[in-house]
């Protein structure tokens, strides 16, 4: 399947199996019986895994995990932004803590997340934004003065 194959931006729909739906079913259900939820949560969440690596789409999921590559690279850069979304975006920062060049940053970040560095740390500020604004009930100015 084109769709499937390694490469390309970072997402890739595809039809979702019967024991994808099934786990997903459980790991579900595992909120009427919270007792459950230390036991089985973390099993089912392996099998959804699992389930996700022997699919069609498995093989661009372990390019991203696979050391070395550059989807393992621009994971490495996006867990960057994550910690340090706060602080003024400096792109060679970034480089330097993914393993690339600049260049070849922005080529294969824009390839795997449609946006550029910046926009994804601008995006990354909206979602906290709006976060703080629904769950701590600050007013925009606040919340943007802390992210």
């Known amino acids: 399947d084109p769709d499937m194959a390694v490469g390309g931006t970072g997402m890739a729909t595809?039809?979702?199996t019967a024991a994808l739906?099934?786990?997903?079913?459980?790991?579900?259900g595992l909120l009427d019986t919270p007792r459950d939820i230390p036991v089985?949560?973390?099993l089912f969440?392996?099998?959804?895994l699992y389930r996700v690596l022997t699919s069609p789409?498995?093989?661009r999921l372990r390019q991203i995990v696979r050391l070395g590559t550059q989807g393992n690279r621009i994971a490495r850069a996006i867990?960057?932004?994550?910690?340090h979304y706060t602080s003024p975006l400096r792109v060679e920062a970034l480089?330097?803590?993914s393993g690339m060049g600049v260049s070849t940053l922005h080529h294969h970040f824009r390839q795997m997340t449609a946006m550029s560095p910046l926009q994804f740390q601008k995006h990354l500020r909206l979602h906290e934004a709006r976060r703080l604004m629904l769950?701590?009930?600050?007013d925009a100015g606040s919340a943007s003065l802390r992210v």
């Open 40 to 42: 089985l949560g973390e």
């Open 79 to 83: 867990d960057w932004l994550r910690d």
């Open 21 to 28: 739906f099934d786990v997903f079913d459980r790991l579900i």
């Open 95 to 97: 480089a330097e803590a």
């Open 135 to 138: 769950m701590e009930d600050l």
């Open 14 to 16: 595809g039809p979702a």
């Open 45 to 48: 969440q392996r099998e959804v």
């Open 57 to 59: 789409a498995g093989a």
